[in-house]
């Protein structure tokens, strides 16, 4: 039977996937993915470069340890911005453990307040991507209008293995990711 292809169904089912996938791990192993920089990911964590992360939502993989080892490593970090579904995201100073304020769509983000940055590297969360490094988001386009503007930054994907996508639905506005990060592997072209 062929899998719909299109985003809304695509989203749905990776949804669902992933929700099962995290459901069924042990707190151990839960606790242990994503607890460790890697060195595929180390080598862009270098002192003085801004590593934007996301604070993470239901099943979406928890990229906290990561962020903050990077900033142990000298990295600043920053986290994304949302006004609103087509204001554009942007990113804001935030040290680990700092207070964070609510923003729309059930976000946790700095207060508006926080100082501008431009991240060098991007830790992005995803519902589902395929073997061209494709991402698969919420549906508002954040994160591609943002890589868009940011032709520098390294965008590297996290994602639990079972959000691997034999092929998704794309639009020529959606940005492809240097790399993917799951609990099993790095991934890269």
Same mark, same amino acid.
């Given at each position: ?13 990776? /949804? ?34 801004? !590593? ?37 995201? /942007?990113?804001?100073? @935030? ?5 964070? !304020? ?18 060098? !590297? ?9 073997? /061209?490094?494709? /991402? ?23 994602? @639990? ?11 020529? @506005? ?11 592997? @790095?991934?890269?072209?």
């Amino acid at each position: 039977m062929q899998p719909d292809f299109d985003k809304q169904s695509q989203r749905s089912e990776f /949804r669902q996937k992933r929700d099962r996938f995290v459901e069924a791990l042990s707190p151990q192993d839960r606790a242990l993915a994503f607890s460790t920089v890697p060195s595929p990911l180390a080598q862009y964590l270098l002192p003085g470069k801004i !590593v934007a992360g996301y604070i993470a939502i239901g099943s979406e993989v928890n990229p906290a340890a990561l962020l903050t080892q990077a900033y142990k490593m000298g990295c600043a970090i920053a986290l994304p911005h949302v006004t609103s579904k087509t204001t554009p995201m /942007r990113f804001l100073r @935030w040290t680990p453990g700092d207070d964070l !304020v609510p923003g729309p769509f059930g976000l946790q983000q700095p207060a508006e307040d926080a100082p501008l940055c431009t991240p060098d !590297v991007v830790l992005a969360p995803l519902v589902a991507f395929d073997a /061209r490094l494709m /991402r698969l988001g919420q549906g508002a386009g954040h994160y591609d209008r943002a890589f868009s503007l940011m032709d520098q930054a390294v965008a590297i994907g996290l994602a @639990w293995s079972v959000q691997h996508a034999p092929a998704l639905a794309s639009d020529i @506005w959606d940005m492809p990711l240097h790399a993917i990060l799951t609990e099993k592997s @790095w991934m890269t072209l």
